[in-house]
């Protein structure tokens, strides 16, 4: 099922960008010496997942280098989010969703401490630009199949399809079980409808990923399906019946006369081997072939017979 599929795809993006970070913060460690702006242009090429831009702090929070709107990075100064993830780390630390100061859309900051220095290299993504890119082939925005993605304190980062989803998330079949680490499917009623929920967790950040379409969009395919198979086996039998009709009256039979015809020709009856016992091409060169032989036999006989014959007549003689 694709939403179980779907959070494996979305995870592999988020450890693509985890990877990236600990690219820059590996480049900016082996040269402590070197500038920060310097560091960010060096891996300028590397960051590109970033939609907005990369920085670099030192430990009390403090921006010392950006690669994009550094009024963004600005205000991020001592923000919560910010400092949890300039707090010492061993590899690298995910943020929860903040609110971008530039446009009041989710954003997600990713770090990795810079290792030999107090600083930390920070990069900042859209989660829905990110969730967009992986599952607009596998969900198309104008299909029938709702996709809802919420972190855990029931933010919707991304909607497709038809809504469902009003007032309460939290009360939306699926969403719980998949923040508590489910996978799975249940049922709802819409109106006259039923649909199909499927939910899946999204493990490495904690969000949920619930899909939910109609029982009839589910079920149609599957009937069209049934429907078709008989159509599909009925021909496909018929061939089969054909084949065996075509190998029993071309190929058994014909192979079965001859080989009564070649008993025959070892008796000595070298007519026999003339008359034609049908079958496909292959048969009836092999029995020309026979009766080729036969008539080489037949004259040798005729000619040992001669010669004994003369033999004869001489000692006679």
């Known amino acids: 099922m694709t939403v179980i599929a779907s959070p494996s795809a979305i995870d592999s993006e988020i450890h693509h960008r985890q990877f990236a970070i600990q690219s820059l913060a590996l ?67 995910i943020s929860t969703v903040l609110i971008s100061p530039a446009d009041s859309k989710p954003v997600v900051l990713v770090a990795s401490r810079i290792e030999g220095d107090n600083r930390t290299a920070v990069g900042a993504f859209s989660p829905e630009a990110l969730i967009l890119g992986t599952l607009q082939n596998i969900y198309p925005s104008e299909g029938e199949t709702a996709v809802y993605v919420s972190d855990p304190g029931y933010q919707i980062l991304y909607h497709s399809g038809p809504s469902t989803l009003e007032g309460a998330p939290e009360r939306h079949p699926g969403v719980a079980e998949a923040f508590d680490g489910q996978s799975g499917t249940t049922y709802m009623k819409v109106g006259r409808d039923e649909h199909v929920v499927a939910y899946s967790p999204i ?59 070649a008993a025959k020709l070892a008796w000595g009856d070298f007519q026999e081997i003339g008359k034609s016992v049908g079958g496909i091409a292959e048969i009836r060169d092999l029995q020309d072939e026979l009766a080729h032989m036969a008539r080489q036999l037949q004259a040798a006989q005729k000619s040992l017979h001669s010669y004994i014959g003369a033999i004869t007549q001489g000692q006679e003689a």
């Open 27 to 93: 480049l900016g460690g082996s040269n402590p010496q070197e500038d920060p702006e310097a560091i960010l242009v060096a891996s300028e090429s590397l960051m590109g997942d970033f939609d907005h831009g990369t920085a670099i702090y030192d430990q009390t929070g403090t921006l010392l280098a950006v690669s994009a709107d550094k009024t963004f990075w600005q205000t991020l100064a001592g923000t919560a989010e910010l400092a949890s993830v300039l707090d010492p780390i061993p590899d690298t630390a």
């Open 203 to 261: 493990s490495t950040v904690g969000w949920a990923i619930v899909t939910e379409e109609s029982w009839q969009m589910v079920s149609d395919p599957t009937l069209r399906t049934s429907q078709m198979i008989p159509l599909i086996l009925v021909p496909s039998l018929l061939l089969a019946m054909l084949a065996l009709w075509f190998g029993a009256n071309q190929i058994v039979r014909p192979l079965q006369k001859l080989e009564s015809k």
